[in-house]
């Protein structure tokens, strides 16, 4: 019997990791993408196996923080051009 391994997006803060997922096995390169994308938007992150994650983390959701990431991008003031 095959286990599945589950993965979590993680991000090191001052306060603890922030975990983002998890992810399925089968998910595993939408985690690598969804780890690319936090690393060059907001935070370093990086992929780590599910059992790895401290518990005390919590988890956030990877899509909910697209969205935030999103609306804060939508609301910026932009430049004026002329």
């Known amino acids: 019997m095959t286990t599945k ?3 979590a ?3 090191p803060t001052e306060g603890g ?10 998910e ?12 060059e ?10 059992n790895d994650v ?5 988890w956030s959701s990877p899509l909910l923080e697209f969205l935030n990431w ?3 991008v939508i609301s910026a003031p932009r430049p004026v051009t002329s």
């Open 54 to 58: 401290p518990p005390a983390g919590g």
């Open 41 to 50: 938007e907001i935070d370093p992150a990086r992929v780590v196996p599910f």
């Open 17 to 26: 990791p922030v975990s983002y997922g998890p992810f399925e096995d089968h």
């Open 5 to 7: 391994r589950q993965w």
């Open 9 to 11: 997006v993680q991000i």
């Open 70 to 72: 999103r609306d804060a």
């Open 28 to 39: 595993y390169k939408v985690a690598e993408r969804f780890a690319r994308f936090v690393t």
